[in-house]
Antibody, heavy 123, light 107 residues
């Protein structure tokens, strides 16, 4: 069974750096087709894609947030880590990780999602 | 970045109704489009990819069509479990983008 699970702090202070971990099971991050994205959703608002890491370790970042984001992976631990610097209350959201590559390499839709983790930014 | 615009932002419908949601991309995306369903407090669920291909296990009342910049999601006969928010998403560019969502409510 393929699963993804997000973990990280529930509360961060403004200006702090957020570090989130996505632990995957049921597939390997080294599989040529597999990739993992981070996506967030502020309360009552739409989904926003943040960053993606490919199987070959290439990365892609949201244009608007690129300067604040870093995505990395540890294949041996089956983990993908997202860091976001200089957190602000507007970054309060549920953060999801999601997999691509489970359908076909030509269709990198997000076929499996984690349950999400709610992060609140407040002093 | 490719912008995705969904319409309507919300709709009210009754069980058994045919429902259509539209998604327009700011440039051609060659059918590189997915549709997701999200229920309150839950992660999104993939319904269709490649504009019209049904994900495994998704009921056949869901269908997708379109080409170029314009795409639609159709629910042929709305069921009680279909009341949710629906998002389109393009993957033509590896700067993935979502539409703003369409909330389907009970009339």
């Amino acid at each position: 069974q393929v699963t993804l699970k997000e973990s990280g702090p529930v509360l961060v202070k403004p200006t702090e750096t957020l570090t989130l971990t996505c632990t995957v099971s049921g597939f390997s991050l080294s599989n040529a087709r597999m990739g993992v994205s981070w996506i967030r959703q502020p309360p009552g608002k739409a989904l926003e894609w943040l960053a993606h890491i490919f199987s070959n370790d290439e990365k892609s970042y949201s244009t608007s947030l690129k300067s604040r984001l870093t995505i990395s992976k540890d294949t041996s631990k089956s983990q993908v880590v997202l860091t976001m610097t200089n957190m602000d209350p507007v970054d309060t959201a549920t953060y999801y990780c999601a997999r691509t590559g489970g359908i076909a390499a030509a269709d990198p839709a997000f076929d499996i999602w984690g349950q999400g983790t709610m992060v609140t930014v407040s002093s | 970045d490719i912008q995705m615009t969904q319409s309507p932002s919300s709709l009210s419908a009754s069980v058994g109704d045919r429902v259509t949601i539209t998604c327009r991309a700011s440039q051609g995306i060659s059918n590189s489009l997915a549709w997701y369903q999200q229920k309150p407090g839950k992660a999104p669920k993939l319904l269709l990819y490649a504009a019209s291909r049904l994900e495994s296990g998704v009921p056949s009342r869901f269908s997708g069509s379109g080409s170029g910049t314009d795409y639609t999601l159709t629910i042929s006969s709305l069921q009680p479990e279909d009341f949710a928010t629906y998002y389109c998403q393009q993957y033509y560019s590896t700067l993935w983008t979502f539409g703003q969502g369409t909330k389907v409510e009970i009339k």
